[in-house]
């Protein structure tokens, strides 16, 4: 059984830094591309960054330069750092894992974390 579990989220003032982790469990961790993306409230799930199998990776423009995403294969961790945080980065934060390498499509990830909430407060 597949399994993301997220943690690190919180409330932080603006300006502020926080570090999020998926652990996953139940699959060949190295063969999957890894993704974040954010759900702010009343508002489509949106994609935020994504790491390749080869660690390529690729950020949205809006958290460019602020969020960085690494991945631990020998761990099954993928992590955000979030820095400079500002209120509208507030959201429940989601990991996924995509086996066909598609990074941005929601639809192209076959699993999906519980999600972790992050709240800046201003």
């Known amino acids: 059984q597949v399994q993301l579990v997220e943690s690190g989220g919180g409330l932080v003032q603006t300006g502020g830094s926080l570090r999020l982790s998926c652990t996953a469990s139940g699959l060949t961790f190295s063969n999957y591309t890894l993704g974040w993306f954010r759900q702010p409230p009343g508002e489509e799930r949106e994609f935020v960054a994504g790491i390749s199998r080869g660690g390529n990776i690729v950020s949205a423009g809006s958290v460019k330069g602020r969020f960085n995403i690494s991945r631990d294969n020998a761990k099954n961790k993928v992590n955000l750092q979030v820095d400079r945080l500002t209120p509208e980065d507030t959201a429940v934060y989601y990991c996924?894992?995509?086996?066909?390498?598609?990074?941005?499509?929601?639809?192209?990830?076959?699993?999906w974390g519980q999600g972790t909430q992050v709240t800046v407060s201003s």
């Open positions: 996924g894992a995509s086996y066909d390498g598609h990074m941005y499509a929601r639809d192209a990830y076959n699993y």
